[in-house]
């Protein structure tokens, strides 16, 4: 029963260099999110996914691209990575019908040097 | 815009009480609870819906008031466990439509 799993757990990215961030469900939940965590700033999502094949921008979407080519995972991407996206990031599922609210991975540290 | 959370840190005795608060500027259809401990992800602990529902978790309690577009977190005789920080997210529309989260409220429970 291992939920909503992450990798890497930490990275270390050269400015202008780009990665995958994985999110996989096992929960068979409809709605996958990612959100960067930075101090003071609680939670912000940069990308969300209603479904397989399907994607929408969040709060803070410039510099990330994301994909749903399975229904069980969501890939968050950097093309070109700045200081800025130094952060923790955080994947979550939810069911769209659940009262169980989000089940968030154990989160992505990424540093940008 | 994110819901606002106060306060944003309280220090309190083990068994003493606790309330956090969130406000919104729009109208919400729900608000989530969460509890992140240092280094970890945070952890759902429960959500109301618009009707201004109050539910409740062990000794943890928590109630929506939709004409204040206001939630409240109760915690009440506190343990160490409960440390961490609090998190609320308020979503538009729907049981698992995307949040929108506060800034967080830190709680730290001293013996």
């Known amino acids: 029963n291992a939920g909503v799993t992450q990798t890497p757990k930490f990275r270390v990215l050269k400015t202008g260099q780009s990665m995958t961030l994985l999110c996989a469900q096992d929960?068979?939940?409809?709605?996958m999110y990612w959100y960067r965590q930075d101090p003071g700033m609680g939670l912000r999502l940069i990308h969300y996914?209603?479904?397989?094949?399907?994607?929408a921008k969040g709060e803070v979407p410039d510099g990330y691209n994301v994909s749903r080519l399975k229904k069980q995972n969501f890939l968050l991407g950097l093309e070109s990575a700045a200081p800025s996206q130094t952060s923790v990031y955080f994947c979550?599922?939810?069911?769209?019908?659940?009262?169980?609210?989000?089940?968030f991975g154990s989160g992505t540290r990424l540093t940008v040097v | 815009q994110q819901p606002v959370q106060s306060p944003q840190a309280v220090i309190l005795r083990e068994g003493e009480d606790a309330v956090i608060n969130c406000s919104s500027s729009?109208?919400?259809?729900?608000v989530h609870w969460y509890r992140q401990k240092h280094g970890e992800a945070p952890v759902f602990l429960m959500i109301?819906?618009?009707?201004?529902e109050q539910k409740g978790h062990e000794k943890i309690s928590a109630s929506f008031n939709e004409k204040k577009q206001q939630s409240s977190l109760y915690l009440t005789a506190s343990q160490l466990s409960y440390s961490g920080t609090y998190f609320c997210?308020?979503?538009?529309?729907?049981?698992?439509?995307?949040?929108?989260f506060g800034t967080g409220t830190r709680l730290q429970v001293t013996l």
């Open positions: 979550a599922s939810s069911s769209y019908s659940s009262g169980d609210g989000y089940t």
């Open positions: 109301l819906l618009k009707g201004g």
């Open positions: 929960m068979n939940h409809e709605y």
């Open positions: 997210g308020t979503g538009l529309t729907g049981t698992a439509s995307k949040l929108t």
């Open positions: 729009k109208a919400l259809y729900s």
């Open positions: 996914s209603v479904g397989e094949g399907t994607t």
